[in-house]
């Protein structure tokens, strides 16, 4: 794992693998900076991201914190998102940099917990893929039993809006993103 981190400005990838070390998501990024919380890091709108039989651009600007301390979560937060989506965290497990400073790299482990800005709130999402996926891949128990009780508090404090899952740290790191300039057209 490498402790070096690229220039703020620097473009970057972020490369999510299942359990079973299959491809998941991929996301062009630029590395933002770090705080208190740990690294940012962003996609301008128009940028690219990619699964095995999916793949889209940005229509709104996104920031994600890889957590200092921690491996087990990535918080992504939207900004003018056309479905409302404010906060959608990725459960994972071995959320890191890599030994390249210009690629982070997780395993997704399916839950999520997402906020939507209106009726629909926060909630813990894709428990019936966690399901389906535990049985499949076998994920040890001691790991099910700590990404439960995670997502379970991660949900409990979006909804309290407790720092970074609040408005106005998410904010700086958007507004700083903004600044640089780098969206593409669609």
């Known amino acids: 794992m490498s402790d070096g981190r690229p220039a703020p400005g620097t473009e970057m990838i972020t490369q999510w693998r299942k359990w079973d070390d299959s491809p998941h998501w991929r996301h062009e990024c630029v590395y933002l900076g770090a705080d208190e919380w740990g690294d940012w890091i962003g996609q ?19 920031v994600t914190l890889i957590p200092a301390g921690r491996q087990d979560y990535a918080l992504t937060v939207n900004r ?3 479905k409302g989506m404010r906060i959608y965290i990725d459960l994972g497990w071995d959320v890191r940099w890599s030994d390249d400073p210009l690629l982070a790299t997780g395993v997704d482990m399916d839950l999520d917990v997402v906020r939507v800005v209106g009726e629909r709130g ?3 999402d894709d428990r ?18 700590h990404l439960e ?22 904010d700086v790191w958007l507004d700083r993103l903004v600044a640089l300039g780098l969206d593409r057209p669609a």
């Open 44 to 62: 301008p709108v128009g940028w690219h991201s990619a699964r095995p039989g999916r793949e889209f651009t940005t229509w709104s600007p996104n």
């Open 80 to 82: 003018d998102h056309p």
């Open 122 to 124: 926060t909630w813990v």
């Open 128 to 145: 019936d893929e966690w399901a389906q996926h535990s049985a499949e891949f076998g994920y040890p128990a001691d790991i099910m039993t």
């Open 149 to 170: 009780a995670l997502a379970l508090e991660l949900e409990q404090q979006v909804r309290e809006q407790l720092p970074p899952f609040d408005d106005a740290t998410a």
